[in-house]
T-cell receptor, first 115, second 111 residues
Framework: EAGVTQSPTHLIKTRGQQATLRCSPI?????VYWYQQALGLGLQFLLW???????NRGNFPPRFSGRQFPNYSSELNVNALELEDSALYLC??????????????FGEGSWLTVV | KQEVTQIPAALSVPEGENLVLNCSFT??????LQWFRQDPGKGLTSLLL?????REQTSGRLNASLDKSSGRSTLYIAASQPGDSATYLC??????????FGSGTQLTVLP
């Protein structure tokens, strides 16, 4: 069974541009989570989507946005890129986001470099 | 605001040694606690999930305990191997299903 898949693996963008990252959850999982892992800052929660709706977002500016499609895949958009947005962006999925007891599975991440 | 602390930040042990990694959290109102492993430049691999009502979970050479009232968890690794070298992260699930991570323990097992 395929795990959580993310694309692209690496992305280089110029400051001020927009970046789009994609995530496919494990088959049957309805919840998708996005996390940012910047150097020296640890893992920070970005967004949670379940059944196509945004359920929660972390303490990030509005230029970080996303959506979840009917097939439960998800997209993270980062507008007006800043140098400090350079990080590993991790997507995760789980069964039934409304149930807190489920294991969360992570993908391999997308490396975003802003120059 | 939930805060998760992991001690030590780094640990180096010889192969075969048993070791304990520590995790503490400030808000005991959690749904569960997960331990993850992260290899350099890679994503996270889930190791163990302990529900808030449980005291421990075991998987192979790994055993994780949870004391919710005191806000502590430990990950015990038996008979460590060089392949266990990685960063180990603990995370708690709080309200709105948000995971709060510790900063991790970087483990090196020397052959």
């Amino acid at each position: 069974e395929a795990g959580v898949t993310q694309s692209p693996t690496h992305l280089i963008k110029t400051r001020g541009q927009q970046a789009t990252l994609r995530c496919s959850p494990i088959s049957g999982h309805t919840s998708v989570y996005w996390y940012q892992q910047a150097l020296g800052l640890g893992l920070q929660f970005l967004l949670w989507y379940d059944e196509g709706e945004e359920r929660n977002r972390g303490n990030f500016p509005p230029r970080f946005s996303g959506r979840q499609f009917p097939n439960y895949s998800s997209e993270l958009n980062v507008n007006a890129l800043e140098l400090e947005d350079s990080a590993l962006y991790l997507c995760a999925s789980s069964f039934q986001g409304g149930s807190a007891g489920n294991t969360i599975y992570f993908g391999e991440g997308s490396w975003l470099t802003v120059v | 605001k939930q805060e998760v602390t992991q001690i030590p930040a780094a640990l180096s042990v010889p192969e075969g040694e048993n070791l304990v990694l520590n995790c503490s959290f400030t808000d005991s109102a959690i749904y569960n606690l997960q331990w993850f492993r992260q290899d350099p430049g890679k994503g996270l691999t889930s190791l163990l999930l302990i529900q808030s009502s449980q005291r421990e979970q075991t998987s192979g050479r790994l055993n994780a305990s949870l004391d919710k009232s005191s806000g502590r968890s430990t990950l015990y690794i038996a008979a460590s191997q060089p392949g266990d070298s990685a960063t180990y992260l603990c995370a708690v699930t709080g309200s709105a299903r948000q995971l709060t991570f510790g900063s991790g323990t970087q483990l090196t097992v020397l052959p």
